[in-house]
């Protein structure tokens, strides 16, 4: 059983920067690839980011364009995700999701369901 608790989410002015972190908790945390989504409000939720158990393939949505970057310390059972320039449009709230299949989680098709998802931590962009 793994639990992930997003935190770092807060009120920002746009063109700041903020880290969002999710720590798990369970002896196998390490095993899962790990990934950020995001729910805009009145919107679907929508992919981030990704990044492999090892912590050493990272992906990105689209969208992302270099303004974003995921990271992973296994030691500490956490992973981060900093945005860089933010944006009215980034605001949102940002879940973290673990999965066992890197390849799943990476293609995240269709009705895509994480193995585990925290509840979420809303980051707010002022213009």
């Known amino acids: 059983q793994v639990q992930l608790v997003e935190s770092g989410g807060r009120f920002v002015q746009a063109g700041d920067s903020l880290t969002l972190s999710c720590t798990g908790s369970?002896?196998?945390?390490?095993?899962?690839?790990m990934g950020w989504f995001r729910r805009a409000p009145g919107k679907e939720r929508e992919y981030v980011a990704a990044?492999?158990?090892?912590?050493?393939?990272?992906y990105y949505a689209d969208f992302v364009k270099g303004r974003f970057t995921i990271s992973k310390k296994n030691a500490q059972n956490t992973i981060y995700l900093e945005i860089n320039s933010l944006k009215p449009e980034d605001t949102a709230v940002y879940f973290c999701?673990?999965?066992?299949?890197?390849?799943?989680?990476?293609?995240?098709?269709?009705?895509?369901?994480?193995?585990?998802w925290g509840k979420g931590t809303l980051v707010t962009v002022s213009p």
């Open positions: 999701a673990a999965d066992y299949s890197e390849i799943r989680l990476v293609r995240h098709s269709g009705d895509y369901e994480a193995d585990y």
């Open positions: 369970g002896p196998t945390f390490s095993n899962y690839a």
């Open positions: 990044i492999s158990w090892s912590g050493t393939s990272q």
